[in-house]
């Protein structure tokens, strides 16, 4: 196993980024570099799901260039998964940077596959990330999403990892309440965290309320919608107002509400752009406005997506009745 290192770097960092407490109290990175789609795309993701095969992309820059400019940059805490294909060349990166273990938070989730297959899997994918990472632990790991009648176990399963040192904090990925509420009937370690999909258009506030009420700290997957919203009339015109970029008007809403925010680019200036959102607030007034972006339409969408990830790569995709959750809190 190649280790992190030990001796800090000659270059300094860019950025300063702040931690909140979790409720197992450790510290965690409020912003972190989203490793998703970075040098590698997954088979069966959105935009790689008509051809089917997994692929480094086209043109651009590889992963380990990337989230190599991303720890130069000043981030700490990157965000791996399984699925994004791309952990062998993140440890990669975090041993050209020269950072200290100890300065990193390393987050990874165990994919749909593994979960699936029970719960020799999911300790061989952490064995895997651990070793992909180049460290002897990991500060936190999620289930990546609520297989049916598979996700507790994959749990129980990370929840004795964790008492074996191989995991600091434990989390999941994409739950529902009801989920949670399943899972709580048999886990005996309360996950710290839940990444879900939130922004000014898909703010789902009775979910994330009750998350909050349990002590489970919400990270932010899709704060900047990809992009795809950079043009909306409101965002730009609190951008104007704010003399910010539409990205840092979607990446402080999600701060100021408290989110941990993961924002991904493969350009140097545009990821220090993303993370200035601390020296700076919205007001009342501009909040409000951003808050209001959810529409019935984009909660329909999510519960369609949730229903068909939950058993992505899995035999339950084409199962006649495969046990998904058809009235799970969608708001």
């Known amino acids: 196993l190649a280790a992190c290192s030990t001796t800090a770097p000659a270059w300094k960092p860019t950025l300063s980024i702040p931690t909140v407490p979790l409720s197992d109290g450790t510290l965690h ?54 699925f994004y294909g791309n952990e062998e060349e993140v440890g990669a990166a975090i041993r050209d940077s020269g950072i200290p273990r100890e300065e990193l938070y390393l ?8 979960i699936f297959q029970g719960r020799t899997a999911v300790r061989t994918q952490v064995e895997k990330t651990l070793a992909d990472l180049g460290t002897n632990y990991i500060d936190l790991y999620c289930v990546h999403w609520p297989v049916p009648g598979k996700h507790v ?23 529902a309440l009801e989920d949670y509420t399943e899972l709580m009937e048999h886990a005996t370690i309360k996950p710290v965290i839940n990444q879900i999909e939130v922004n000014p258009f898909l703010y789902r506030k009775n979910t994330l309320t009750f998350f909050e009420s349990q002590g489970v ?15 909306h009339p409101v965002v730009v015109q609190v951008a104007t107002a704010a003399g910010k ?7 402080r809403w999600c701060v100021q509400k408290g989110f941990i925010y993961i924002p991904k680019s493969v350009k140097r200036e545009r990821m220090e752009e993303n993370a200035a959102v601390f020296d700076w607030t919205l007001d009342a007034t501009q909040m409000a406005k951003l808050d209001s972006l ?38």
């Open 245 to 251: 970029t539409p990205a840092q008007v979607l990446g």
């Open 107 to 114: 987050a990874s989730k165990v994919w749909t596959d593994n």
């Open 217 to 231: 700290k919400i990270q932010s997957y899709r704060a900047l919608r990809d992009g795809k919203a950079f043009d």
């Open 153 to 175: 176990d994959a749990y129980l399963e990370l929840e004795a990892c964790q008492r074996e040192g191989l995991i600091r904090s434990l989390g999941v990925s994409n739950y």
């Open 29 to 82: 990175p409020l912003v972190g570099y989203g490793t998703y789609k970075v040098g590698f795309v997954p088979a069966s993701a959105s935009s790689a799901v008509a051809g089917d095969v997994a692929s480094p992309p086209a043109d651009g820059p590889s992963a380990r260039e990337c989230v190599l400019m991303a720890l130069e940059t000043g981030y700490r805490f990157l965000d791996c998964a399984q």
């Open 294 to 331: 959810t529409s019935e339409a984009h909660l329909a969408t999510f519960k369609e997506l949730y229903r068909k990830c939950v058993v992505r790569d899995t035999p339950l995709a084409t199962a006649e009745n495969p046990g998904t959750k058809e009235n799970i809190t969608v708001d």
